[in-house]
């Protein structure tokens, strides 16, 4: 059940937050991703009632997580995890390579090359931001794992 309603959630909140996201990177030149309620009030394009849903949503799987039933995870659900981990990194790299180009006074265009646009001398920085915010995010997530843990060993 709880990853049905995490699943619910990431269906509402995306769409929005990342118009939100990419409105935000346009008008302030900054990345913040993991600020997602600042983005999404700040935004004038996205769904803000369908985004707080979804955030409401995933809080309570959040919630709900350490209280639900442990299940195994198989050799697959491994692999889906770990791919979703290095899409959401790779996202944070994007982001954060796309915000160093804006402040370089790079062109704004539809393909997004933002790989041309950034200097080589730049990546390490951008990299080190991207695995900080992902591991904050990794972090948020380990916490219900961890009341779980200390749950079932009471």
Same mark, same amino acid.
Do not use: Q
């Given at each position: 059940?709880?990853? &049905?309603?995490?699943? =619910? +959630?990431? &269906?509402? !909140?995306?769409?929005?937050?990342? !118009? $939100? %996201? ?8 900054? *990345?913040?991703? =993991?600020?997602?309620?600042?983005? #999404?009030?700040? /935004? ?6 369908? /985004? *707080?849903? +979804?955030?409401?949503?995933?809080? #309570? ?5 350490? !209280? ?6 198989? #050799? ?6 770990? +791919?979703?981990?290095? !899409?959401?990194?790779?996202? *944070?790299?994007?982001? *954060? ?10 062109? #704004?265009?539809?393909?997004? $090359?933002?790989?041309? +646009? ?5 990546? %390490? /920085?951008?990299? =080190? ?13 380990? &916490?219900?794992?961890?009341? /779980? ?6």
């Amino acid at each position: 059940m709880t990853g &049905i309603i995490l699943l =619910l +959630g990431f &269906i509402a !909140v995306l769409p929005g937050y990342i !118009v $939100s %996201l990419e409105e935000r990177l346009l008008s302030e030149k900054k *990345f913040y991703p =993991l600020s997602v309620v600042v983005n #999404i009030r700040r /935004s004038l394009r996205c769904r803000k009632f369908l /985004s *707080f849903f +979804g955030l409401a949503l995933l809080f #309570i799987g959040w919630l709900s997580y350490p !209280v639900g039933p442990s299940d195994e995870l198989s #050799i697959r659900d491994r692999m889906k995890l770990l +791919g979703m981990a290095l !899409v959401l990194w790779s996202f *944070f790299v994007y982001g *954060f390579a796309r915000e160093k180009e804006l402040e370089r006074g790079g062109v #704004i265009d539809d393909h997004y $090359s933002c790989m041309r +646009g950034v200097p080589a001398k730049d990546w %390490l /920085s951008i990299v =080190l931001k991207a695995t900080k915010s992902f591991a904050l995010l990794c972090l948020l997530g380990v &916490i219900p794992a961890a009341i /779980s843990y200390i749950m079932e060993r009471v």
